[in-house]
């Protein structure tokens, strides 16, 4: 079983930047995929960013590539989502997940991923 907690949500003005964390526990955090999705209200969850295991292969949805940074430190048990250049379009409820069988591929949707963080609150706004 993992769990995982985000944390670093909040307010933030159009342009602005903001840094989101989740934690993972399990003792083999370096074998899982992780990716962040996002949920708007009345829209499906969508895919943001994932990263391998190893952190050595990163994915981005097209929205965000050039302005959102995935990483991890697999010594913390911790993948962090660098967002910057926000705008009202990136307002939702972040989500961290966990896909524990080792693919070679990130995955992009949802029902991959078997663990699920309850997420984080991201709005944009003046």
């Known amino acids: 079983q993992v769990q995982l907690e985000e944390s670093g949500g909040g307010l933030v003005q159009p342009g602005g930047s903001l840094r989101l964390s989740c934690a993972a526990s399990?003792?083999?955090?370096?074998?899982?995929?992780m990716g962040w999705f996002r949920q708007a209200p009345g829209k499906e969850r969508e895919f943001v960013a994932g990263i391998s295991g190893s952190g050595g292969n990163t994915y981005y949805a097209t929205s965000v590539r050039g302005r959102f940074t995935i990483s991890r430190d697999n010594r913390n048990n911790t993948v962090y989502l660098q967002m910057n250049s926000l705008n009202s379009v990136d307002t939702a409820v972040y989500y961290c997940?966990?896909?524990?069988?080792?693919?070679?591929?990130?995955?992009?949707?949802?029902?991959?991923?078997?663990?699920w963080g309850r997420g984080t609150q991201v709005t944009v706004s003046s």
């Open positions: 997940a966990a896909d524990p069988r080792g693919r070679v591929v990130v995955a992009t949707t949802p029902s991959t991923y078997a663990y």
């Open positions: 399990g003792r083999t955090f370096g074998f899982y995929n």
